[in-house]
């Protein structure tokens, strides 16, 4: 007869070696596609870098020295960082309204919505970026109708305004669809007992619907930054070469100049940001909780 403990042994033995079954592949995947490249970046960031695009035979520091007392360096980190979080904010202000109406409706309006929400992304965003450059030319739609009323033209390309504007219409999608994954809390019937006991509507927002949906508002504007760091298309032709931030600096260190330490230091130095930000998220997660 077996013994009463033999099965759980059984099923704890095979448990053991179901877990690493599962992992294993996806394990293997992103070693192979993420975290070896990473590695092979971050050594190469610290190569010799010759005259010309070579690469020397040496390992130095001197790239990273140089990047990190730099100031033209220093100030491009600064401005990648600080256009980034104006994105963040602005894509938050606009997709948030957007957002609490998709979840509040429901029927066939809340499918037509959700779906006008989510096109934009059917559309690459080169597609995009060429129809805001039509809209924000010099002889653009704007322009032409600010002429049209006898207004002055504005500056609207190949610089910053271009690239917020550009992006900030970009990334709304994804920072709609992060809200609505972490509005979850977000209960009506909480809303109506704070409108019960008195409360204005504006207090009832501020003190009820939005730290319940702190946790999408977390996500998505971890999301938009990350995205708005990392974006090389959009600043690349909205700025038009004037507009200088990370991804476009590493673009032009790599292919333009050659300089393939410079860029994989600066590729470390976006990654270490992605690290910053991930470790601010996990902490307002914990707090908000």
């Not at 980034?84 to 029927?107: D, F, Q």
């Not at 995009?128 to 039509?134: D, E, V």
């Not at 305004?161 to 970009?170: D, F, K, Q, S």
Request: aromatic share 8%; net charge positive; charged share 10%.
């Amino acid at each position: 007869m077996p013994l009463a403990g033999s099965g759980k042994a059984s099923r704890a033995h095979s448990n053991f070696w179901l877990v690493p079954a599962l992992i294993g592949p996806i394990a293997l995947v992103n070693g192979l596609v993420f975290i070896v490249p990473v590695l092979n970046l971050l050594r190469l960031s610290f190569v010799e870098a010759l005259a010309g695009g070579g690469l020397g035979e040496n390992y130095t520091v001197d790239t990273w020295t140089k990047t990190l007392t730099d100031s033209f360096y220093l100030d491009l980190i600064w401005q990648s960082i600080s256009t980034s979080l104006m994105i963040t904010l602005l894509t938050l202000l606009a997709s948030y309204p957007i957002a609490l109406l998709l979840h509040r409706i429901s029927g066939r309006w809340k499918t037509v919505l959700l779906v006008l929400v989510i096109s934009p992304l059917l559309t690459s965003a080169v597609v995009r970026t060429y129809g805001w450059i039509a809209i924000l030319a010099d002889d653009g739609l704007i322009n032409n109708l600010l002429r049209a009323f006898g207004a002055e033209p504005m500056r609207l390309m190949f610089n910053k305004v271009g690239v917020v504007i550009g992006l900030t219409e970009i990334l709304m999608p994804y920072m709609i669809l992060a809200l609505l994954a972490g509005f979850g809390r977000l209960d009506p019937r909480v809303e109506e007992a704070a409108r019960t006991l008195g409360a204005p509507p504006w207090k009832v927002f501020l003190r009820v619907v939005v730290p319940l949906t702190a946790p999408g508002i977390a996500l998505g504007c971890l999301l938009t930054f990350v995205l708005a760091v990392s974006s090389f298309i959009t600043p690349k032709l909205l700025g038009g070469g004037r507009v200088f931030l990370l991804a476009t600096e590493i673009y032009d260190q790599a292919i333009v100049t050659l300089n393939w330490p410079l860029s994989a230091t600066l590729s470390m130095i976006i990654l270490v940001i992605f690290g910053g930000a991930l470790v601010i998220y996990s902490r307002l997660l914990r707090s908000i909780a």
